[in-house]
């Protein structure tokens, strides 16, 4: 996972890509890229992509219905959740080496 830290905002983003260096903040290219493992991410979206398929697969069978629903809701959570630590892990790298630069 790509992040871009903002020095002068304090503030971490994922990165989009062709975006180049420009904070999407305050549109200054005073940034650092990261990059950050986020397993947790992926295994959140392989829930929600399962989730999603087995609806479409076993359509909409009511016995299925609440193993989809948990797969689902649980998936959400972990990709939301995951998202917002990963976010937190990305100021905090940025800070470390935005004051090493300086
Ligand atoms: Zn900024």
Redesign the pocket.
């Known amino acids: 996972m790509k992040f871009t830290y903002?020095k002068?905002?304090d503030?971490a983003f994922k990165k989009v890509t062709f975006e180049g260096q420009r904070?999407i903040?305050?549109?200054?290219e005073?940034?650092i890229s990261l990059s950050l493992s986020g397993s947790n991410y992926y295994i959140g979206y392989f829930l929600l992509v399962i989730g999603a398929a087995a609806f479409v697969i076993l359509d909409g069978d009511p016995l299925q219905l609440p193993v989809i629903a948990i797969s689902l809701i649980v998936g959400m959570i972990i990709s939301i959740r995951s998202r917002m630590v990963l976010k937190n892990k990305a100021i905090e790298k940025g800070r470390v080496q935005a004051e090493s630069e300086a």
């Open positions: 903002c002068d905002c503030d904070c903040y305050c549109g200054k005073n940034t």
